[in-house]
């Protein structure tokens, strides 16, 4: 007599041969996917107003990547509530390859500072790369009786809560560059916030605001135009652009030191083949002798990171800015 299969033997035989086909089918999509993306323009959000650092980068970039890739980079500013608008719509945004979000320190910040956010950095987004990182300045209205740092801290000490600094937004790289002055140096100068950092720039450059701490490639001009008075730049090391302003460590405010970064994400679901394909045309285009020399023309050092990197680098600056958020005792409502 013959042995005949029980019915379970023969569905788990047919349960297997569907979940390999399954799987073929899979990766033959994803071939066919990696060899034609893209085939249609990429919408790269920029979670701020123009006249900012972010987005300068997004600007800078993108119609190098669209030279390389064959299409179109389309920078689209969704700004509003420091970045959270944009960051919503872009994890909300279909997860096909065609969507991008470039954003800076609030990616980690915006979630120490408000209580409730309708995304989360690290589930709704897939990292593709850490693309540069640039100093910030300090600087001030020239009309501020203050001719270097130590004189501007006395005059805020003197009269705390009398000086304001403008922020692009709370827990925007602004609004913590500020707060990170006042943590070390003790004083109690107040932040106004305004929606990016195009428009707090131009409050200081008015009168409006006192002080502002912003990218480097932003103030710079205005530093050499008399428009602004820069009293330190952000990081241990002095700017090769800007050789002549000290750091804020040297000039009075040890151990201060805040870089501003940029990173570049997707959607999450975002097939794999196209995170592939971007970071390895991301880093030709960035790392390329061109590439790097204009990045560095706007005060930027090219990064370039795979998507690891980045991951690692977001949980770094997270935990990192903990402390000075709990001290300050930074929220939002």
Known sequence: MRNRRSPSKRLRRSLGRFLLGAVLASI???LVF???YPTKPIRVIVPFPPGGSVDTVARLLSPRLSESLGQPMVVENRSGASGNIG???AARATPDGYTLLINTNPLVTNGLLYAKLNYDTFTDFVPISLLCQSLSVMAINPKVPARNLQEFLDLAR????????ATAGPATNPHVGGELVNYLGK???VAVHF???GPALLATL?????????GISEVGPHVVAGKLRALGVTGLKRSSAYPDIPTLDEAGLPGYEFVTWHAILAPKGTPSAAIETLVDR???VMLSPEGTAIFQRNGLEVIASTPDELTAHLKRESAKWQRVFKERGMRAD
Not at 158 to 165: E, I, Q
Not at 206 to 214: C, L, N, Q, Y
Request: proline share 3%; hydrophobic share 35%.
């Open 206 to 214: 008015a009168g409006d605001t006192e002080m502002v701490v912003s």
């Open 158 to 165: 003197a009269k705390p809560g009398s000086l304001n600094f």
């Open 28 to 30: 033959a999509l994803e």
């Open 34 to 36: 990696a060899q034609t």
């Open 195 to 197: 929606k990016g950092g």
């Open 187 to 189: 004083t109690s100068i």
């Open 282 to 284: 991301l880093r030709k």
């Open 87 to 89: 960051m919503e719509q």
